[in-house]
Every structure is written in structure tokens, then in C-alpha cells.
């Protein structure tokens, strides 16, 4: 048996989530809430519509996400909007992705100052390009002191590579001098992450029918409750998102213990 792991620092990746830990039932709504949204193509697909009307429904969803989440006091939001993987996607559909996100960013920012949602990204997102990348950096600053929200965007992320990542600066903190090998423990690694100032994932959501992590938060998602639900992403809304948070109210959290 795993033991739970005992008082961690507020904030860090292995904490267990809001529900008391080892105590049972999560009967509190989740602080952090990620989503693969998936079934974009398929939804466009099963419409006769191209692949790009999928996804630009699919920025919809985003909003109604979003709203819901604000509205039912989850804490942060991390959405999957583009893979690490996704880059072998044509290179018409990255482009139309790309355009999209663009043109969120431009849509959205007024909502996001309105509603005081606070913008944060992970991933290389460096690799889009200066104007999606200038852009970017423009909503992440012009939000950075909102408090009611945090919508955390996964942009060329790719979990193996962040943990990968952890493992180079910590090895040459190690070479360095600053750091005992043996000091290299769980707590380290998860202050390496990029969801290092968040609170810990409580539940994480995948839309389409697939049962898979996707190389999405895979050390965030060790105590995670995982839910996937039928429905393709662009058809995500409020309702759906109520029933998953009274799903995950409704489950057991353990934390590996009893
Ligand atoms: C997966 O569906 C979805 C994506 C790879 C992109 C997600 C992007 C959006 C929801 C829109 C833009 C994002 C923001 C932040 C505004 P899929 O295309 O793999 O669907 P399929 O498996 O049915 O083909």
C-alpha cells in the first residue's frame, strides 16, 4: 500500500487535493479541475463540417467551461489546447489552430479582465511564433493580479518532457553543488513542474470517449480523480460540468490510505 504522503507545503504537485485528505468522501468541490478536450474533429466530422469548424466550436465550449467554472468556485482550470504531439497534426489544421487561438486571445482578454481571470500558460509555448507568443505574454501580463479564476493553458506541452526537464535542473543542482543527491525526493521533483504554484490537481476530466492520459499532467494526476465522459469536447457545457463536480463529490478519496 502506498501511504499518503504526510503534510506537505501549500501549493505543491504531490499534496492531495481539497477533500480532507484520507478522511473519504470529496465532498467539496474540486480547487483544480484539468480537461483534455477531445472529439473535436469527430463532432465536426459526424456534421459533414471540416475539422476546423470542430475546433472553432470546440473555443466555445472554452467559454462555457470557463463560466462554469468561475461560477461554481473551482479555483483553477487547465485545459489541453495544444500537445506536444499535436505539432504532426497537417499543416493547414495547425495553422487554423493557431489562428484560433489567436483570435480567442484577442476576443477573450476583456472577458478575462471583466470576469478576474488570472491567465497562466505551460508548455514551450515559445514555439508558436513572436505575434501568438507577444500576444500571449500580453493577456498572461494584463491578468497576472486577478484572483477569482486561474485558466491554465497547456500550449506545446508534453508531460514527459516537464518531468524530464525537472530531472536536468535538479541533476545539475546536484553537479553544482547545491544539492545532495539524496535529497532529490518528491517534493523537489513537484516544485520543478510548471503547475508548481497551483493547488494540487483534484479531478481531471477527458471529453470523447478515450481512455488516456495523452502525456497530459501525468505526476499532476497521481491522486487526481480521473473521469471521462461520452461526449465530444465542443458539446461540453454547464450541465455537464455540474454533474462532474457532483461525480467527483460523489467519489472515495484515499490518498492510498484506508
Ligand atoms: C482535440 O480534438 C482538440 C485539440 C487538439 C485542440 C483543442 C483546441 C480547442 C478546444 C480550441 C482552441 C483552444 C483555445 C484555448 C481557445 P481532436 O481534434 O483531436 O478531435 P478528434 O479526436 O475527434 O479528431
Redesign the pocket.
Known sequence: MIARAGPVAPGADTVPGSASPGTGAASTTPRHVAII???????A?SRGLP?IA??RA??E??RRALQAAADHGVEVLT?????SE?WRRSEEEVSD?TA??RF?LERELKTLEKERVRLKLIGDYQAFGPDLVARLEKAVERTASNTRLTLV?ALNYGSRAEIAAAARTLAQRALDGQLQVSEIDEQRIAGEMQTRELPPLDLLIRT?G?VRLSNFLLWQAAYAELLFLDI??PDFDETVFVDALGQYASRQRRFGGR
Not at 478536450?37 to 463532432?43: I, V
Not at 485545459?79 to 500537445?83: K, T
Open positions: 478536450m477531445d472529439g473535436n474533429g469527430r463532432w466530422q475539422r470542430g475546433h470546440g473555443a465550449a472554452v485545459i489541453y489546447a495544444f500537445s499535436n489552430l484560433l487561438m480567442y493553458i470523447s478515450e465530444m469536447w
